[in-house]
């Protein structure tokens, strides 16, 4: 009988195990099942960036866009702020952290190793019209039926002044952060380089818009 019990304890913990899967790949904050039948086959929180350069005029000069690669702070914070306190978070506790809504941009080199940053190297931080803001909020787009995912976006525009002191104009990468300072206390949720550099003229606008997509299985049995 010994035997017995400790044999079905031993399978309800193996069951209880094969339900829940993580896996953690560049770009997604994703929850999968590893068996044929679950509650939910998986889900995903994944961000797309786009990326307008346009002239004083308004003319557009270029046109990018691209998938993001969301860092395990991000990811770590945004368990954080779900499920409360844990040590993967650089940005102290979940009640002191900020939304996710600043971008900032890089004139560096290319961003390496981007899931392992906590800060967007060579950000532009001096003015010119050129350094972090607070984006604004745009479209929200409900989750309301089957395959329906929630999608936010965040838009920020940069204006390069025409008397600009910044050193080098050319803009490479960017980020999303949960404040404008650069204190310990900031939180990053994604970077991501440009799949080309643009280079802005005084009078010139760049716009990116950061598409943050919620989504996940509609199978539930």
Not at 92 to 100: F, I, P, Q, R
Not at 152 to 163: H, M
Not at 205 to 218: E, K
């Amino acid at each position: 009988m010994k035997n017995a019990t400790s044999f079905g304890m031993f399978a309800a913990v193996a069951f209880a195990i094969g339900m829940a899967g993580i896996n953690l790949s560049d770009g997604t904050f994703e929850m999968q099942s590893n068996t044929a039948s679950s509650y939910s086959e998986g889900g995903s929180i994944l961000g797309h960036m786009e990326i307008i350069h346009t002239d004083n005029e308004g003319n557009i000069l270029s046109y990018q866009q691209t998938d993001n690669a969301i860092v395990n702070d991000g990811r770590n914070c945004t368990a954080m702020l779900l499920f409360g306190q844990n040590s993967g978070c650089t940005a102290g506790t979940a009640s002191a952290l900020g939304k996710y809504t600043v971008i900032g941009i890089s004139n560096g080199s290319a961003l390496v190793d981007t899931t392992l940053n906590t800060v967007l190297p060579a950000e532009i931080t001096v003015g010119d019209g050129l350094n972090a803001v607070a984006g604004s909020l745009g479209t929200f787009t409900n989750s309301t039926a089957d395959s329906d995912p929630a999608i936010q976006r965040i838009t920020n525009q940069f204006t390069y002044s025409s008397s600009a002191t910044q050193t080098g104009n050319t803009i490479n990468a960017a980020g999303l952060f949960n404040q404008t300072g650069l204190g310990a206390d900031r939180g990053v949720f994604a970077l991501k380089n440009f799949p080309s550099s643009v280079t802005m003229n005084p009078g010139d606008q760049l716009t990116v818009n950061w598409d943050i997509t919620i989504d996940g299985s509609d199978d539930i049995s």
